[in-house]
């Protein structure tokens, strides 16, 4: 008998607008995914380092005090295999970011105002497939 077990599906969310958070969570948990939402990167970084289950991060790149790619960077550290997701009201094409920072791995960039369709299209594609138990 085999089983398929998805495995936690939960996402950081880090935005200084809080409106958008607010929006982008509705949404998120709509879709039966956990969100752990902060408007300040600082709070969000101390909380991976007490909690690891995210599998994605949904940034804005602008932010006060710690910008996006310095979060991170940071949250990298902890755990490497975090999909990461930038919003940001200015044009970025992904060629030309691997070209300019390859060290900074980054899985998509949308524009804002995102839509929440194709917020929810990114985050389906960067989700962990489910797990495949084998029971003998």
């Known amino acids: 008998m085999i089983r398929r077990m998805m495995q936690a599906k939960s996402i950081m969310l880090v935005d ?7 929006v982008i969570t509705e949404m998120l948990e709509k879709q039966g995914y956990s969100v752990h939402a902060f408007t300040d990167p600082e709070k969000a970084l101390a909380h991976a380092k007490d909690c690891r ?10 932010m006060p005090g710690m910008n996006g790619f310095q979060l991170v960077r940071a ?28 060290s900074t791995e980054v899985d998509q960039f ?3 105002p995102v839509r929440m369709i194709q917020l929810a299209e990114v985050i389906e594609r960067c989700a962990p497939a489910p797990i495949v138990v084998a029971n003998v």
């Open 75 to 102: 949250l990298k550290k902890a755990c490497r295999d975090m999909k990461v997701v930038f919003m940001t009201a200015f044009e970025i094409y992904m060629r030309e970011w691997q070209k300019v920072l390859p």
């Open 53 to 62: 289950d995210c599998g994605i991060i949904v940034s804005d790149i602008r």
């Open 110 to 112: 949308l524009q804002k």
């Open 16 to 22: 200084d607008e809080r409106d958008t958070i607010t």
